[in-house]
């Protein structure tokens, strides 16, 4: 490493070492997570890449989050959220997922405050040099032990998987696809890019993004206001024949009494007739 970079590395705030923190009283300890940015540098971070980085992000973001509330799971979810760990150069992921964490609001997660470290990344590339995700990261995440680690090339509609073996291990293996799918041990899902969107699958359920959640509600909103028109259309009809057979019925009940009557009469008539021929 060049001199001007190193010294640009050690400029940048670090957490204490494993050593540090645990010589450290609470008091202290709590103010050196104060202490701590909970954002990062523009040196630190690549260029802004617009709405198809943006997208790609909050689409996995939105997907993940619906599906493990409904699970009922504490995963907490965090989009370029500086990351510390012992003595590391800070970083902060596209999407990081760990595993039984309390899911409240942070500015930063500080490994040796939470009590562990992040189970599984994505980073989104859309454009520029490919090294630092494709080939750094993937040392740099291998090291610190990160279980799984996601690479989603959205300009090249690609998508690569590394995975350790082992807890031990500090060596990635990259993740082969079935059927144009990957499998995420950590999440328990399958994650694959299909017609220009990066797609995560519960065993044969897609999970849906906010839009699309949004949009198959409105679909089910529809539906159910259709059905709605359709039965009061049935009702409106019942009753209309309702209405009718009343009517019929009461001009039935007319003519069978103007029958009656005129029965009546000709019987009277006829009574009168045979008592004067008598």
């Not at 190193?6 to 050196?32: F, G, K, L, N, T």
């Not at 993940?64 to 003595?87: C, H, M, N």
């Not at 899911?103 to 189970?119: A, C, F, I, M, Y």
């Not at 291998?142 to 996601?150: D, Q, W």
Request: glycine fraction near 6%; charge should be negative; avoid cysteine.
């Amino acid at each position: 490493m060049a001199r001007d970079e190193q010294e640009r590395e050690d400029a940048y705030p670090r957490a204490p070492s494993r050593e540090e923190w645990a010589r450290m009283s609470e008091e202290e300890r709590a103010r050196v997570v104060e202490a701590l940015p909970g954002e990062v540098t523009w040196d630190e971070m690549a260029m802004p890449e617009g709405d198809l980085h943006s997208q790609a992000k909050m689409g996995a973001l939105q997907a993940l989050k619906g599906y493990f509330s409904r699970q009922r799971r504490r995963v907490y979810l965090g989009t370029e959220l500086p990351v510390y760990y012992p003595a590391e150069r800070r970083f902060a992921p596209d999407l990081l997922a760990v595993l039984d964490a309390e899911t409240h609001p942070r500015n930063k997660w500080v490994v040796s405050q939470e009590g562990k470290g992040l189970d599984w990344v994505l980073e989104v590339h859309v454009g520029g040099d490919r090294k630092k995700d494709a080939e750094y990261n993937v040392r740099r995440y291998a090291r610190l032990g990160i279980p799984e680690y996601f690479i989603y090339d959205r300009a090249r509609q690609r998508l690569e998987g590394y995975r350790l073996p082992s807890t031990e291990a500090r060596e990635y293996v990259p993740i082969t696809p079935e059927q144009g799918r990957y499998s995420s041990e950590v999440l328990g899902l399958e994650l694959q890019v299909e017609e220009g969107r990066l797609r995560f699958w519960a065993g044969h359920a897609l999970l849906l993004e906010y839009e699309e959640l949004i949009a198959r509600m409105q679909e089910m909103m529809e539906g159910l206001q259709r059905r709605a028109d359709e039965e009061a259309r049935h009702l409106e009809e019942a009753e209309q024949l309702r209405q009718e057979a009343e009517r019929r019925l009461a001009e039935e009940t007319r003519r069978r009494e103007e029958l009656e009557r005129r029965l009546a009469e000709s019987q009277a008539e006829l009574e009168r007739l045979r008592q004067r021929g008598g």
